[in-house]
């Protein structure tokens, strides 16, 4: 089945910086896009950036653009979010999927914590 495993949030104070992964399997990582989203409490997940199969087509929510770098290595099966600048709005809970506009499998990963505060 098609599992989700991301990693590498935790608190840092504003400005500074986190490289989030996420280890997808169940499917062909190469042939598929893949997004990277957010979800604070109380409200939606929303996407933050996303990209195509093979690194292209790159997309940022407003909010991130010039601060965040979505990148992938589909040798490892593996996407980046390199995150700098952090701001104390950017926590929130921090999930990859596939897919490029919605996703392609239902279901999430347990998604990894990012906080930000001085």
């Known amino acids: 089945q098609v599992q989700y495993v991301e990693s590498g949030g935790g608190l840092v104070q504003p400005g500074d910086s986190l490289r989030l992964s996420c280890v997808a399997s169940?499917?062909?990582?190469?042939?598929?896009?893949m997004s990277w989203y957010r979800q604070t409490p109380g409200k939606e997940r929303a996407l933050v950036a996303r990209?195509?199969?093979?690194?292209?087509?790159?997309d940022y929510a407003d909010s991130v653009k010039g601060r965040f770098t979505i990148s992938r290595d589909n040798a490892k099966s593996t996407v980046y979010l390199q995150m700098n600048s952090l701001k104390p709005e950017d926590t929130a809970v921090y999930y990859c999927?596939?897919?490029?506009?919605?996703?392609?499998?239902?279901?999430w990963g347990q998604g990894t914590q990012v906080t930000v505060a001085s």
């Open positions: 169940g499917f062909t990582f190469s042939m598929y896009a």
């Open positions: 990209m195509n199969r093979s690194g292209g087509n790159i």
């Open positions: 999927n596939a897919g490029y506009s919605g996703r392609s499998f239902p279901g």
